[in-house]
């Protein structure tokens, strides 16, 4: 079974529609993240989180919100979804090992905005 | 598979050759650095990382060489094969790991 998985895989919703992408991870690690990648752009940090008490902004968080529901579950809303959040979507958790910080990332969501 | 990376900067080089993937960080603070590997259709995957008190790591056929005084940061691939054609991102780090800033990616296509 996937360390990561995301649910759903696939997503097409309108204009102004709540939609809720969900992550979980049973790598037992306690530091999760939320990304999306547009084409050329690489990644870019939406929200993460070091704890289920802990949440971060990161570089683009307006349009979005989250919820660490668990340590194992960090899932991420968009409260009236707009068509420029057209984009890959990917969950990833860390945590130090061996001095390493390296992320594990799930499969990833496509989510269309129409 | 997921399209990714539809106008990246590409490298294309014929199997057996050796590749040099190149990555010009932003920031002076940055104090870790790692290199992602993604397949069409899948997550990115961790390849080799370094922290700034280095300027050298190797692992199995891949080596990263970090020169913090022009802020560049590149990835070698020995002996490059078809499995080796993917999108490469380097990332990096102002507080060891917390978080990443990721860079643009390039796509490395392996040539038969």
């Known amino acids: 079974d996937a360390d990561v998985t995301q649910t759903p895989r696939n997503r097409i919703t309108k204009t102004g529609k709540r939609i809720m992408l969900e992550c979980s991870q049973t790598?037992?690690?306690?530091?999760m993240y939320w990304y999306r990648q547009d084409p050329g752009l690489g990644l870019r940090l939406i929200y993460y989180?070091?704890?289920?008490?802990?949440?971060n902004k990161g570089e683009i968080s307006d349009g979005y919100s989250v919820s660490r529901q668990a340590q194992a579950k960090f899932s991420l809303s968009l409260e009236s979804a707009i068509p420029n959040q057209t984009a890959l979507y990917f969950c990833?958790?860390?945590?130090?090992?061996?001095?390493?910080?390296?992320?594990?990332f799930g499969p990833g969501t496509r989510l269309t905005v129409t | 598979g997921e399209s990714v990376g539809l106008h990246l900067p590409t490298l294309s080089v014929q199997e057996g050759d050796n590749s040099i993937i190149n990555c010009a960080y932003s920031?002076?603070?940055?104090?870790?650095f790692i290199w992602y590997k993604q397949e069409s259709g899948k997550g990115p995957q961790f390849i080799i990382d370094?922290?700034?008190?280095?300027d050298k790591r190797q692992g199995q056929r891949v080596t990263v060489l970090l020169n913090k005084t022009v802020k560049h940061l590149s990835l070698q691939i020995a002996a490059t094969q078809p499995g080796d054609s993917a999108v490469y991102f380097c990332?990096?780090?102002?507080?060891?790991?917390?978080?990443?800033?990721f860079g643009p990616g390039t796509r490395l296509s392996v040539l038969p």
């Open positions: 990833a958790t860390s945590a130090r090992d061996r001095g390493s910080y390296e992320q594990y």
């Open positions: 790598k037992g690690h306690d530091r």
């Open positions: 989180s070091f704890d289920v008490k802990d949440i």
């Open positions: 920031n002076s603070a940055s104090d870790y």
């Open positions: 370094i922290r700034s008190n280095m």
């Open positions: 990332a990096e780090s102002a507080n060891y790991g917390q978080n990443f800033v």
